[in-house]
Each structure stands twice: as structure tokens, then as C-alpha cells.
């Protein structure tokens, strides 16, 4: 259950951007998640769900876009994505195969893929700090 | 009426956590202490292997324990029994520790004389994977009785350690599991593995080696990203 720890921080930081700015209301979260950050985003969304409730951020809206897993490999030098291992549909996700994909190498290095950044959010200003805010 | 706008914020949680492991890295270093990092699944043997190595170096290295558990009190009488320092970290809900938890740990930590810390994360594959502490070597315990393919199956986690032991070996007939397979997978993700039994003594040399080495290792940066 990390995802209720990382919710807390998510929401801790929201708030805390919201209230600075001199926002009213936090209307969307936009998230960027690593394939290989080991959040499982339903779990993620509840928590935030519940964290948020009578706060600024009530019922706003959570999106989200994965950020593949890359490798460099300490071997020959590729740089790029990992393979995946195929699983049955009904997975979470795809397995990444941490071998370099080019010479088979465990010898790699994750480059990308284990963020979970709070990339922006959409706040509503009250109309008389709109000079402020534009 | 409301005006509507974006704000950017560009804060990375998992980042976060990291930095703050990274000012654990310097306090222990100022202090001159190595902190490991015992990561592994519920009942693989963590405790079992962190007593061992506390009584057979306790002559020559300085070490104590800080002990993250749901409720960390059962461990932390473990360790204590064998005269080193303890501070339990209580987790109550949490599956894992992570740097802001340690951090208040430490500052609970008397350090002096010690050299060595062992940090025992809580049992789980997964949870602890993406929280750096600040620590020097990062070790991941397995054993045979959760099934060969439990390395198979957490292919993050091993990539993130920096060894793998796959203990209870003196069992895996009788679970008909095979050890050689477990570290065969593991050494896909880490670059050392090897097999270990707390009641035969196999590989334990190997452990009480790894452990001294930490303890000497010289101070600077993280190597893994």
C-alpha cells in the first residue's frame, strides 16, 4: 500500500502550489508515472480521491501519461527503450526485460522510467485576482 | 466567473525521496558509518542473516540496526539480544521504509563507534523498491520456500539491488524448488547473487565477507541510479 504514502505527497504538494498561487479551486493533476515506478494508478487515483476531499482539490480531475522505462547499457552503448516480456492480457502491465535489448548485457542502467512528477495543474482563480494571475 | 489557468509544478515524488536519501548518505558519511539496505520478502531469513553477521563481526566492526516493521518491536529485541543499538521504525500501515523515515531515525541514532549500519526494510518485493534510504550497498533476500520463480517475478526490485542472496537453501528439496534458477534470475537484474542456508552455513562466509567490505567501503556517491 506505498500508493497511500505517495498520494500524501502528491496532495501535500498540490495543496501547497494551489494556496501559493492564491488559487480557489484545483481542477486537474497531471501526473507523468514511470513504466517501472511501481504505482499501481487505480490505487493512486482512489487515494488522491479521498485525500483531497474538502480541500482545494475536491473532486478534481486526475490524468496521466506513462513515461517508458530506458536503459543504457554499461556494455555496448545502447540507449533506448527496454523489451517486455509477454504476459496474458489480463496483467497490470507489461514485465520490462532490464537486458540490453541490442547485446543481451544485464550490465544496464535505468535512464527513464521511475518518475511519479507532478508535471502541472489546473487551478480556478476568484475573478478579482485575475490581473494577478494573467 | 473564474479565470482558469495552468500552473507548472515539476515535482517528482520518487525524486523527492531520493534527495532526502541522499542527505542520509552524507550524515551517516560525516559519521563515517556504511548503512545496508535488507531488502527481501516476508520469512526470507533478513533478520536471521543480519544476526548472524552482527555476532561473528562484532569483534572488529562497530555496528548497529535500525529495524523498519509493521511493528518493529519483535526484531528490534532480536538484534538487541546480540549488545548492538537498536531503533525500531514502526511503519503501522506502511509497506516499506522510505528516506524521511530513516532520516528521523537517525537523528534518534547514537553513531558513535559505529560503522556499520543495517537497515531492515520491511518484508515485500515491491513496495520498497522505488524509496532510496541512503545507503551504501542495497541487498535483496529471497528464499527457496516462496517458490523459484519469485525472482522471475519482481524483475524491478533485483535490478534496483546491488546483490541478491537466495537463502534457506538447506530446504529447497523438500520444497522442490531450485536455488540455481533463482540466482540464474537474479543475475539478470544485479550483478552478484549467491546462495545462502543460516542452518548449514553455506554461503555465509560469502555474506560476512560482503558485510565487512561495506563497512570499509570508501566514502562518495551513489553508484546506482
Redesign the interface.
Known sequence: ??E???AQ??VE??LQ??AQ?G???V?EVNLEV?E????NMQQLEWHIRMLTQDTLADGARLSWTSVPATILCLECGYQGEVRHRELDPSSHWE?????CPACES??T???SG??????????????E??AD?? | ????????????????NRALGNQNRAWLEQRGVRAINVMGAIGSGKTSLIELAIEMLKAEVGMAVMAGDVIAEFDSERFRRHGVRVVPLNTG????L?AHLVQHGLQELDLDGVELLFVENVGNL??P???YLGEHLRVIVVSVTEGDDIVAKH??IF?DADVAIVNKVDLAELVSADPDKMVRDA???V?RAFKTSVRTGEGIQEWIQLVRETARQAPGPEQ??
Open positions: 500500500m506505498h497511500f504514502s505517495l505527497s502528491v504538494t498540490v502550489v494551489a498561487h488559487a480557489s479551486a481542477e514511470g517501472v515506478a511501481l504505482v514485465m520490462p526485460i532490464f537486458e544485464p550490465n542502467r535505468i535512464l521511475r518518475e511519479l512528477r507532478i508535471v502541472d495543474i489546473q487551478a480556478r482563480f476568484p475573478q485576482r485575475e494571475n494573467a | 466567473m473564474h479565470d482558469v489557468s495552468k500552473i507548472y509544478v515539476g515535482h517528482d515524488v520518487i525524486e523527492a500501515k506502511e509497506c516499506h522510505d515491491i513496495c523498491s522505488d524509496f524483475p524491478v535490478k543475475l539478470a537484474g550483478p546506482r541510479q
